[in-house]
């Protein structure tokens, strides 16, 4: 049986069709072309298993361009927790998107589409497969099936949070009937029937570490009830993730002890790793490492730091600021980006402009998220400033850090055979438990149980509040910064617990592709990306956000791509393009 650490190999010659693709009805025509498979070898254990593992491989979004990568890299800039970085010139296809300006014509935009109703049709077609064998035993073919409708309903799962209204299709709809599948915005129990069926149907442990399991399933179905606001039910399965979770390869959910070790290609699928995007290297293709992430690095580093590439996904000023703390507690009247309170860091643009570290305190998971002058960069050197930054005038003095490889892990964790050495091979969360008791903590509270919710978040907090998780000093004096954190010691209304929550969650998950839809889903993109994030860094990066503004009724969703309007009539478009 093939091993899954790298999930990108093995049978990509899968019978998927996307609604792009038809069969033709003179099936005595039809010839297999050379180095296809057979039905016959298909409805094999072997071929099942080829075709689930081509399923898998669309996690990585492979060959539909980076915004369909599983960083979310897009969304990232949606969010405001990262510009596109970089210089004005250079991926132009990005800047209306980091602008809200995008329109249904984007390449990008089309990607996403693309990528994911790619990864839908190798799923739908696995379960076709599956279902027409009579070459298994039932358990297998119960439980291929189940790895399938997870792997289906995650696709469907990020349509439906990139553009709300989308054509539906399973297993059942014939090929030439999917141009008239009309898009529409009532999915969420069909995404959530997927993910039950695997919760109910997948084993707990399998024997390769990077397959769905029973508890992933659960988790993303708990996930999707807090998108339909249904908190009883995610409250319901949440309890029993916490209490009875583990991963695949057998260990019990808990978090990792030191937050820096979650995105170490050294540690990857570990305790904390509910499901994640697997990677490798030297298989003879960067597709198989984070080629999505090869942009994303410090710009022009040379040998003494990581990818010598490209300056992109640079963090923004707001999301900095947002890891200032007053008493240890995270400031959730939303002063962070009062002068006062604002990390002095950089705020002179100008490249040779003085600088002075920032002496205030600071959540210490603000230098394992973002790269700032003068902190440890894992163990590389101090982040240079100017010297690693393309453009600071236009996006910024700070770098991208927690998909960053080691410099000891150079060519023994990355794969160095391409045009940059930017293809780390750390796994992608795809969930991770702390985001598991997080949104359990949203639950608690949506229920009245405050304590409850207080120790889910002081849970998290507490792994961040441990001194030997903290970045040190390269010599060993002491930590590269002001870290103060401190657990909450209560919430004394249910709208103060919804502030610890909110903020949790970006100081946690900054950069792991979260922000933009937990702004949206709560109703909060309007009032935080127009309010607090644009006003405050167009001041600074004007070149890039004068004049950018978030339009509430629109911007929440991406366009439907014209492409696909053109070509499947019975498709509408968003409001507002």
Not at 101 to 116: F, L, M, N, Q, Y
Not at 411 to 431: C, E, H, K, L, Q
Not at 438 to 458: C, Q, S, V
Request: proline residues 6%; glycine residues 8%; negative net charge.
């Amino acid at each position: 049986m093939m091993k899954f650490k790298n999930l990108k190999r093995g049978l990509l010659t899968v019978m998927a069709v996307t609604t792009l693709t038809f069969s033709c009805d003179d099936s005595f025509l039809e010839v297999l072309p050379t180095g296809s498979l057979g039905e016959a070898q298909l409805l094999s254990r072997d071929g099942l298993e080829g075709a689930l593992v081509g399923a898998y491989s669309m996690l990585n979004g492979k060959g539909f361009g980076r915004p369909s990568g599983p960083n979310n890299w897009t969304g990232q800039m949606l969010g405001g927790v990262s510009n596109k970085g970089t210089d004005p010139g250079d991926y132009t296809s990005m800047n209306p998107v980091q602008r809200y300006e995008v329109d249904a014509t984007s390449g990008e935009v089309s990607s996403i589409w693309r990528g994911k109703y790619e990864g839908i049709a190798r799923a739908n077609s696995v379960i076709r497969l599956a279902t027409q064998s009579d070459q298994v035993s039932d358990a297998v073919k119960t439980r291929i099936i189940a790895e399938a409708r997870v792997l289906r309903g995650h696709y469907y799962f990020w349509l439906k949070a990139w553009f709300n209204s989308i054509p539906y299709f399973d297993e059942t709809i014939p090929d030439a009937e999917l141009p008239d599948v009309p898009n529409t915005t009532d999915v969420w129990d069909k995404i959530a029937a997927d993910f039950k069926f695997g919760m109910d149907n997948l084993p707990e442990t399998q024997a390769d570490a990077g397959r769905v399991n029973k508890w992933a399933a659960a988790a993303y179905l708990g996930k999707v009830k807090l998108y339909q606001k249904d908190y009883a039910g995610a409250k319901a399965i949440f309890d029993q993730v916490i209490a009875n979770g583990q991963t695949t390869n057998g260990k019990k959910y808990d978090l990792v002890p030191q937050f820096a070790q979650i995105f170490n290609a050294e540690n990857d699928n570990h305790e904390e790793a509910v499901w994640a995007v697997q990677s490798s290297n030297n298989t003879g293709s960067t597709n198989n490492a984070n080629w999505f992430d090869d942009l994303n690095y410090p710009y022009n580093t040379g040998l003494n730091g990581p990818g010598n590439c490209c300056g992109f996904n640079q963090p923004t000023f707001t999301m900095l600021n947002m890891y200032r703390t007053k008493d240890g507690l995270p400031l959730l009247d939303m002063s962070f980006n009062d002068p006062a309170n604002a990390v002095k860091n950089d705020y002179k643009i100008e490249a040779d402009a003085p600088y002075t570290e920032d002496a205030g305190p600071l959540d210490p998971r603000v230098d394992h998220t973002i790269g700032r002058r003068g902190i440890p960069y894992l163990d590389w050197q101090e982040h240079p400033g100017k010297a690693w930054i393309r453009d600071q005038t236009y996006a910024g003095p700070n770098s991208p850090k927690k998909f960053v490889y080691y410099k000891t892990q150079e060519n023994s964790f990355t794969d160095g055979s391409s045009w940059t050495r930017g293809y780390a091979t750390m796994n992608v969360p795809i969930i991770r438990f702390a985001d598991v008791l997080l949104m359990a903590a949203e639950a608690e509270i949506e229920a009245g149980t405050l304590d409850n919710a207080l120790a889910l978040i002081n849970r998290v907090r507490g792994r961040a509040a441990d001194p030997a998780g903290w970045v040190m000093e390269y010599d060993g004096s002491g930590p590269a910064a002001n870290y103060q954190i401190s657990l909450y010691s209560s919430f004394a209304s249910k709208a103060d617990a919804w502030k610890a929550l909110k903020m949790e969650r970006v100081l946690e998950l900054a950069q792991e592709g979260h922000r933009f839809w937990d702004l949206v889903r709560w109703g909060d993109a309007d009032s935080f990306i127009n309010g607090v994030y644009l006003p405050h860094d167009s001041k600074i990066l004007i070149t890039k956000f004068g004049g950018a503004k978030f339009t509430p009724g629109k911007s929440e969703y991406l366009p439907i791509p014209q492409s696909e309007i053109d070509i499947q009539p019975a498709l509408s478009q968003n409001p507002g393009y």
